[in-house]
Each structure stands twice: as C-alpha cells, then as structure tokens.
C-alpha cells in the first residue's frame, strides 16, 4: 500500500511497536530502535496535531525509555494501562496472575531457552529460543489461565501471554478516539501480530484503515512487508507534506 494515500492532516495515527515501529528482536529488551524514528515521530506529532500513539504489549516505561526523549500517548499491556496526550494515566484494575506466574517460572526453570516477562496484570511466556517447545508450553499457560479468573491467553509471535480478559487494543484505540487530539478523527493502525487484530477490527469498524506488517491471516485490508518498508513509508508521508508545504510558499 501507499501510506500518503491515507495518512492526512485530519487521521489519528496509532502504532504498534515490536515487529512494527521496529524489528523483532530474539529477546525483548535486545530491540534496537532506529536513531532517524525518534525525529520521525516526532514530525508525526507535528503533522497530525498531536493524534500519534503508540499501542503495544510493552509497559509504558519500556516504551518512553526506548523512544527517549519522544513522549507520546501510549497504551501499554494491550491496554490494561493507558497514557492520554494529556499525560493523564488511566490504570486498569487486574486479576491476580500469580497462578500463572508460578506456571511459566517452573516452566522456564526446566527449559532454558524459555523467558518469563511479567508485566503489571500480564504474565508472558517467551518460547522464540525454543519454538520446539510451542505445544508444551501451550498446554502449561492455558492450564493456569483457565484457572484463573478474569484472564485471557493471548497468542503473538513466539510468545503466549495471560491478560486480564476485558483489554484490548481495539478498546485501548476507541478510548484515545474519544478524547482529544484523536477526537473527530480517521483511525490509522498499523500492527504486525496477532495481538493487533482487535485493533484491526475496531479502526475499519470506524471507518478507518488497518495495516498489517508481515505475513500471516488477517482482517486489515492493507499489508505492508517488513517494518523497514513502515518507517520509509512514514518518512515519505513527511516529505511529501514538507514539499507541498514549501511549494505553496513559493506561488506568488
């Protein structure tokens, strides 16, 4: 797809990140943000007025110490906390996870390759060092999750995450669609994972575009490649609208 087709001045753009904004990396905290997207969203901001958030699995402190010194709205945990451009902090109350927590951690002590991230009301099992070991450590989360109230499984790419069961990131999308700047505005996703499809969902529900990076089923009806193919198509919608901007200048 042409992004500039879509990204206008009056759209609220919101952005996934690992497998988006960046490039999966073997382990979460060995992601490596590229030093030119800091500059790009910011210049996003700019464009759009502010509407520009990012919506990720992450904790919202993972996400403002990799993007540093950008601030921007995020919600974190596939919603279960969320940040509106106003700063404010909306916390979602969370079932216990301890269940699951104690499952994945005897999990992970018998099988190296596994990583164990715990989150505020989340609790992933990270199995890409091992994916031999995918339908064990299936049956092991969901064995806890089924028994523990007010959570859901979550599939993503080489991981399986327990979140409380009423987030997502569709309903994190409608809430920033509700407040200002992202009021009165065309919803743009773009995401890569299964874990993106509730958002997917809701921004075509509203009129928006959804956009998947990568391969797999899906229900947005645009894709594009591979991150990298993201953040050009996100550096040209800036130049594009720097060019009319300085064309228009320059008529008499």
Known sequence: MNLSDYLKPDCALFLDFDGTLVDIAPRPEAVVVPVELIATLRALQTYLGGAVAVISGRPIDQIDALLAP???PVAGVHGAERRSANGHLVLTDVPSAARVHAAAQTLARQHPGLRVELKRGSVALHYRQAPALEAVCL?????????S???SLLRGKMVLEAKPSGV???HAIEAFLREPPFMGRTPIFIG??????AGFDAVQRLGGAAVKVGEGVTVATH???????MREQLRAVLAHRSQEDSDTESRP
């Not at 049956?139 to 028994?147: G, H, I, P």
């Not at 890569?192 to 499809?197: K, L, N, Y």
Request: hydrophobic share 40%; aromatic share 0%.
């Open 70 to 72: 950008a601030r921007l």
């Open 139 to 147: 049956a092991a989360m969901r064995a806890a999750v089924d028994a």
């Open 192 to 197: 890569d994972d299964v874990t993106d499809e």
């Open 149 to 151: 109230p007010g959570l």
């Open 168 to 170: 997502s990131k569709g």
């Open 223 to 229: 894709r594009m490649a591979h991150p990298s193919e």
